[in-house]
């Protein structure tokens, strides 16, 4: 079967609003009654307490910026949390604002035009951003408290690989490394073995773009099932892992790898 990519055709609006809220409660769920100074492993220098803080703190950031459609970027990242004085009650506070997001998503037209940080112009762009931000906070989360199972719905996973490619070039802004990303016509591509779909992307002198997948010759291949491709983009799995088949030359890989953090 050949493979397919959507490249920045996103999943149905709906299916944001319900997996963000099955996602925060699992999150919430994860932390509960876990000792707040805890480490989090895949994020190096963290606490349970500040991820937990940071993940209620972002859904109501989105949330705010959706209820105000921003046509421009932001001045201020102020907005009214609302957080508990013990980090213990954290988990419950990430819960209680579910609802309040949910209303947010529910009242919200998607195809409303307002300001994104990304490719895409509209709300929805808020929606698939804050699923995945959710998301993969949820896997760190059980990671830290020592749940192991990495179960992410393969075509939620697909669509969080599609949604890191689309948007990544414009994520210069917090994630520095991506704008000194270089190459000489390397073309790297991330094939999902569940799914059937891939992605290539093409690295140039000045700069990285996503290409079609008849364009150029992959110079570097991973291949993988949808759910590990999205942690491996995250920086939370090695491509030298045995859920990965790798073809090609390495060094673009470690090239890539080195300036995508995110």
């Keep these: 079967m050949a493979a397919t990519s959507r490249q920045g055709h996103p999943l149905p609006y709906d299916t944001y609003r319900e997996a963000i809220a099955r996602e925060t409660l699992r999150f919430a769920e994860a932390v509960k009654g876990a000792d707040p100074a805890g480490a989090v492993p895949s994020c190096p220098g963290w606490t349970l307490a500040e991820l937990t803080q940071h993940v209620g703190a972002l859904q109501r950031w989105f949330g705010a910026l959706l209820t105000r459609l921003v046509q421009e970027p932001p001045r201020s990242r102020e907005v009214e949390l609302g957080l508990?004085?013990?980090?213990?009650?954290?988990?419950?506070?990430?819960?209680?604002?579910?609802?309040?997001?949910a209303a947010v998503l529910r009242d919200t037209d998607p195809e409303a035009a307002m300001w994104a940080w990304g490719e895409d112009q509209h709300a929805r762009f808020w929606a698939r951003r804050m699923l995945f931000e959710t998301l993969v906070h949820r896997v760190d989360a059980e990671h830290a408290v020592g749940l192991q199972a990495w179960d992410i719905d393969?075509?939620?996973?697909?669509?969080?690989?599609?949604?890191?490619?689309?948007?990544?070039?414009?994520?210069?802004?917090?994630?520095?490394?991506?704008?000194?990303?270089?190459?000489?016509?390397?073309?790297?591509?991330?094939?999902s073995a569940d799914t059937g779909e891939e992605w290539r992307v093409r690295l140039d002198p000045d700069g990285f773009r996503l290409v079609p997948q008849d364009q150029d010759e992959a110079t570097a291949a991973v291949r993988g099932r949808a759910a590990d491709l999205l942690l491996l983009l995250y920086g939370r799995r090695s491509y030298q892992e045995s859920a990965y088949e790798v073809l090609g030359a390495t060094a673009v890989l470690d090239n890539w790898f080195a300036h995508t953090g995110f």
């Design 84 to 101: 508990p004085e013990d980090a213990r009650e954290y988990p419950g506070w990430v819960a209680a604002g579910e609802p309040a997001v």
């Design 154 to 191: 393969s075509a939620l996973a697909a669509d969080g690989v599609d949604e890191f490619l689309v948007n990544l070039p414009y994520a210069g802004l917090f994630a520095p490394g991506v704008t000194e990303l270089r190459g000489t016509g390397e073309t790297l591509a991330f094939h």
